[in-house]
């Protein structure tokens, strides 16, 4: 068997299983190791005496047909996967070969159906040459499509980047665009697979041209606040002197439903206002500048309203509250960065002075 044979054979069989022990060395969780991968000196086996049928390097879309895909329709998956980053490089590319990018925060951008969606969270890239793999684009496609489709996953993008259907929703693909989404130009293809577990949401983007693949790993996460919580006893304080304060209540990625980790701060709120009798207040929903800006107008609305009703729920007067959002018209800090837009991402109570 040749050296090319060989190492696409070891490709093949460690994405196939979405090896572990590799450069770098994942974060372990609290999940079942991954099937372990075959020693690598065990002699390999030989070759078949028929020749396979080709195998179809992308997986039909289980998702939906559709154009537009919800994800809370997908099925939780059941089995565990394997730690973050899932996959790894090829057992051939060294270090040095190796491009990685990794963050444990970070805001990055995918195709869902045919319109981009945001997500927050970790994440690594990879990217290395198909040269240095030995491997055709053909096979590293189809490995690593079938490493996501064995884990769980559903590609849910119907479009890729500058496809017609992809233009008539997302608008004219532009330069900003294809920084958004980290495409770095049409000769690459594009797969988005997700990953729906108990644990949270995780994803896999695949891409590849002649010559390289990028593979990029995500696992949604909120990062700890750089605010710390704000008692009533500070929201009284703030909306006496300043009329206004600023609060840091957790959603989902473009959602509106207060998660757990947020429900403490509505608490205060609505501890305040049971003891302060004649406060109104204004709920203002803010964003960040990332996104469609009609899309945060909504969105920041939804999150004041979304607020509002829990108070209302708690047992607060609803003719005391009111529901704004003004998207990201109204920044606290410039957006330059990722803890500038941290800050932006706000609930602002505003004291409301009656006639």
Known sequence: MTKQRNAALCLSILLAFAVTGCKPKAPVESVPAPVPAPVANA?????????????????????????????????????????FPFVDYPENIGE?????????FDQLHVIVGNKVQAV?????????????????????LRDYAKAATDMGGVKVNTSKPKDEAFEKVNGPFTDAMAKKLDYPNE??????????????????????????????????KQTASMVKMVTAAVMKSELDSKGRVALYINFDTDKAAIRPDGKPAVDEIAALMK????????????????????????LSRER????????????IDGARLNAAGHGSDKPLVDNGSEEGRAKNRRVELV???KG
Do not use: C
């Open 120 to 140: 927050e969270g970790r994440f690594r890239r990879m990217v290395f040459e198909l040269a240095d793999a030995k491997v055709s684009r053909f096979q590293a």
């Open 43 to 83: 002699p390999a086996p030989a070759p078949p005496a028929v020749v396979p049928a080709p195998v179809a390097a992308t997986p039909p879309l289980a998702a939906a047909s559709a154009d537009v895909v919800d994800l809370d329709q997908i099925a939780v998956i059941s089995k565990p996967m394997p730690p």
């Open 351 to 353: 004291k409301v002075v």
């Open 275 to 298: 003891k302060e009798t004649a406060l109104h207040l204004s709920v203002e929903g803010h964003t960040d500048n990332v996104g469609d800006k009609a899309r945060n107008a909504i």
């Open 187 to 220: 000769n690459y293809s594009y797969e988005t697979y997700f990953f729906p577990t108990p644990t949270g949401r995780k994803w896999m983007l695949i891409m590849a041209n002649d010559n390289s693949v990028r593979v990029t790993s995500i696992e949604e």
């Open 304 to 315: 004041a309203q979304a607020v509002v009703q829990a108070l209302v729920s708690d047992g």
């Open 96 to 104: 040095q070969k190796q491009q990685t990018k990794a963050s444990d």
